[in-house]
């Protein structure tokens, strides 16, 4: 079992930077993946960034150079750095976390609401 903690959440303007944060516990163990995934209302939820614990880095095409995601040394921690917000970035994030083995698990945070007004 993994519990996940988001923070960070708030309203900004637009080019406006906000800092998210989620703790991760539990049975973290072995090769894992965590990422931030967002949904704004009436679509899909979608990936925006994930680090694997061997420190690789991906990032959704509309947030790259202006977000970035890190992880803490303990490697339980993702935090995710958004710079030059857009009202388009507007919705609800997601963190995730991905246990890759053994055994193979996949978890979800609460959410927290980023709204960027224009």
């Known amino acids: 079992q993994v519990q996940l903690v988001e923070s960070g959440g708030g309203t900004v303007q637009a080019g406006e930077s906000l800092r998210l944060s989620c703790a991760a516990s539990?049975?973290?163990?072995?090769?894992?993946?965590m990422a931030w995934y967002r949904q704004a209302p009436g679509k899909q939820r979608e990936m925006v960034a994930t680090i694997t614990s061997g420190g690789s880095t991906d990032y959704a095409d509309s947030v790259k150079g202006r977000f970035t995601i890190s992880r803490d040394s303990a490697w339980n921690t993702a935090s995710l750095q958004m710079n030059s917000l857009k009202p388009e970035d507007t919705g609800v994030y997601y963190c995730?976390?991905?246990?890759?083995?053994?055994?193979?698990?996949?978890?979800w945070g609460q959410g927290t609401q980023v709204t960027v007004s224009s």
């Open positions: 995730n976390f991905r246990r890759v083995r053994t055994p193979p698990g996949d978890y």
């Open positions: 539990g049975s973290i163990y072995s090769i894992n993946v």
